[in-house]
């Protein structure tokens, strides 16, 4: 089956879809969703297909690795290169408050401040809680 084949099975073609901290969800045009958008596509290549087919049963899918991420990825790959709170909050453009938060695994962040700091620490932020990431190495894939 071509990419567009398996997109058009799962009623997704000329879609967008908009992730989360913790989940991705059909974008609606009258939506104020402000999380990381994606095509069918992209999410197909980063997610599988499993996760088209429960975006297309249930409207959405929960993208969780596990307890605890993003928060135990950000602190650990943080702390790997060496970086304060502070320094981790310059480079990613947000507050001390928001990297302390990010890194809470009892708090939901804003999706756009989840992706400064994955950007800021060198991960992809398509991967923000769906991948457990190495400290050293980023996400793995």
Known sequence: MTINEIIGKYGLTGKMLVRSQDQIAVLEQD???????????????????EILAAISHEGSALLTCERGEPALTFRARRVCLGWSVETLAVEAGVTSDDVVDAENSAKISPMHTLISIARAIGLDPRYISFKKGDPYRGYMY
């Open 31 to 49: 939506s104020t969703a402000t999380g990381l958008q994606m095509t069918p596509e992209e999410a197909l290549e980063c997610y599988g297909e």
